[in-house]
């Protein structure tokens, strides 16, 4: 019986990326299977040059589909993608690596108020807790938080060449539109000019060498986040979420809107999950339960952890004081921290 593409694509679906728990075929690693009687060619491609993972997949990937029926001989070719010397930029690449920036995540939501801003800010500083140099890029122009979220009113320097120096707080290097605009002032602005805003952000701010830079992305899956992705070369995106029906739907467009440009989805956070009662300590979740671990499931992704509801988030971060900072100890502080541990994992930072 001839072998088909089908029997090997299934083949290869049993296996994970290493370290995560979604296959190499979801993630969108199989770009091109070849069967020539009994002999299978693969191309995989992948976006790191960790040379011990590369060989733990080339092992994988020919073990599994010598066991396809009918297959005698495998050849994958494993293609990862390339680190570029600035000065080698092709001018037509508008995902050049940014120098000094080792790793870039985005967390994104597929809707507004699920508390993305929240998570990415919190994440931030447990990054920079773990001895990590980080930098939080607020990339929500018309509607920036990050500066009322880390109590800073300060207005970026820039030098002679009109590069600019981004605000420092809390170990963190930011940059927000609402450092350069007074709050009171609106953003008026048609998607071109907001995305150029954004991309003089990265290419315009003197970052200096990070391990990783934060981007706290616009809610919504519309033109400006479709450009950001496709311009950004982002090593991974984070999908923020509360546990109702229709927050869970929108996660799922936004993790298929990072899917479609190839770039991984590192795991998906629920966040306002459950409320503990202050004096009972009673557990109650108010908007259903569950529904971001299922989603994960559903989308071959990691479910990263959950966030329960407490008021004193929004006042710690309306005050301009994270809530990992002012209660270290609290249970936020805790689930931050886990969460940002199993960042550093998946993306080898």
């Known amino acids: 019986m001839a072998v ?4 090997v694509t299934e083949a290869l679906k049993k296996i994970n990326y290493p370290g995560l728990t979604r296959d190499i ?12 009687g009994d002999a299978v060619e693969l191309l995989i491609n992948f976006t790191t040059n960790d040379l011990k993972i ?21 050849n994958p070719v494993i293609e990862a993608k390339q680190y570029q010397d600035p000065k080698d930029k092709n001018p037509f690449d508008d995902q050049a690596p940014i120098p000094g920036i080792k790793s870039i995540l985005a967390v994104a939501s597929g809707k507004g108020g699920v508390g993305k801003s929240t998570v990415s800010t919190n994440l931030a500083i447990a990054l920079v807790q773990k001895g990590l140099k980080v930098g939080l890029l607020d990339a929500d122009v018309y509607g920036p938080s990050v500066q009322m979220m880390m109590g800073s009113d300060a207005k970026p320097a820039a030098n002679s060449e009109n590069k600019i120096f981004p605000v420092e707080k809390f170990g963190l290097k930011m940059m927000s539109m609402g450092f350069i605009v007074d709050q009171d002032v609106p953003i008026i602005w048609r998607g071109a000019l907001a995305t150029k805003a954004i991309k003089q952000f990265l290419g315009d701010v ?26 950004t070369p982002l090593s991974g995106a984070l999908i923020v979420t509360t546990p109702q029906d229709v927050a869970l739907l929108d996660a799922r467009r936004g993790l298929k809107m990072f899917e479609k440009v190839d770039v991984p989805v590192v795991g998906i956070v629920e966040n306002m999950s459950y409320y503990i ?15 971001g671990e299922r989603a994960a499931g559903e989308l071959n992704t990691e479910f990263l952890g959950e966030l329960p509801i407490d008021a004193e988030v929004a006042i710690a971060g309306d005050e301009g004081e994270p809530i990992i900072l002012r209660k270290p100890e609290g249970e936020h502080a805790k689930r931050f921290t886990k969460i940002s541990e199993k960042i550093i994992s998946i993306l080898k930072i």
């Open 206 to 231: 003197l970052w200096g060498e990070l391990d990783v830079l934060v981007i706290d992305m616009p809610p919504g899956t519309g033109d400006i986040q479709l450009t950001l992705v496709q311009q």
């Open 25 to 36: 075929v979801s993630f969108g690693m199989v770009k091109d299977i070849k069967i020539d």
């Open 4 to 7: 088909s593409i089908e029997q």
């Open 54 to 74: 590369k060989d733990e997949l080339y092992n994988q990937i020919r073990d599994a589909v010598l066991g396809v029926e009918g297959v005698k001989n495998v």
């Open 277 to 291: 009662g202050p004096k009972c300590g009673h557990k109650d979740h108010i908007f259903s339960s569950g529904g």
